[in-house]
């Protein structure tokens, strides 16, 4: 039986001010062979993290099944205040575990965190300028790499062909680059010439890097308004079609600010991570929200463009003749 009406009804939700939610979706099942270092990771990545936000930032951890001592852990921090939703399931996958932490928010940023991640002071102000330079941004990473200028590039590549604002300069962080290379167990990750070149895009004088990697990314949040899928069957790589396509199909562009504002860390820890972490501040930043520009529909021929530049863009002729048109050498344009 029911007495009464709910107070609730026909009510609309307070705005809390938060603008910019971080979603970390955590999966350490336990402290042997390939998670042995995972709680300690971890708890880097959340220490940076926190210490790196603005008080408008919503921290959404999704624990996808992990271990007792990790749920404690997370618990314990949403106990304390210090993130403000912890999202419990069974392992479902990480891409999954994203999508219910995106799930019931409206924010103008989303930011999609590994939990081997850590962040560095000023990521998130590097991120927005990105965006304020770049209105066509629609996810930006706060580590650069050079691999990544093909990557879901074509139409920003195709839009710059002829342009000197699209040009080769010169890396701004090479130690980063060999510290991401490490971190994955390639130390050939980079070849020489990547680790000297970036592609990057000029506004003036600002500059940001064409391309984005996948472990640390913030995206437009209309790129999440409507998501091409719900569920996904794989536990790992099925970025293509929840968070790269609904980009590039929007028009938008991925790109990377030009100097290092994270580390991947991987799943063994070391004494660097210590180090650095001991000198990442506790920053007390009041922000204004970033104004963005609201976003055009594509047109009708967008989808062919794209398909033309990404065959255009696989064809290593061409490819050869556009780094050297940007500002290669040949040498470095046949193995960069």
Known sequence: ???????????????????????????????????????????????????????????????????????????????????????????????????????????????VADCDAMFLNGWQQATYEVFRHFPKAGAVNPVPSPKSYRTYGSVILLDYLFSDKMKFTEVRDREALLNFAHSVDNPDFYNEHQLRHNLTLADGNFRAVIGAGHFLVTYRGEVFDKPVARYTNNKLGAERHLVDLPVVNMGLWRMSTENNYAYHMGNVHESWMDETLSVVNQEELEVERPSKIPLKPVGKWFALKNRFGTKLFNYKPFVRWFLRKKGLSDQAAMKF
């Open 1 to 111: 039986m029911r007495i009464g009406t709910n107070p609730n009804r026909n009510k609309i939700n307070d705005d809390p001010g938060f603008f910019h939610q971080v979603v970390v979706p955590v999966y350490i099942p336990n402290a042997e062979g390939y998670f042995a270092d995972g709680v300690r990771i971890l708890k880097i990545c959340i220490e940076s993290l926190l210490r790196t936000i603005h008080g408008k930032t919503f921290v959404t951890i999704v624990d996808n099944g992990s271990s007792v001592e990790v749920a404690d852990y997370l618990q314990q921090l949403r106990k304390n205040g210090q993130i403000h939703e912890l999202v419990l399931t069974t392992n479902i996958g990480k891409l999954n575990a994203v999508l219910k932490g995106i799930s019931g928010g409206n924010y103008d940023f989303v930011t």
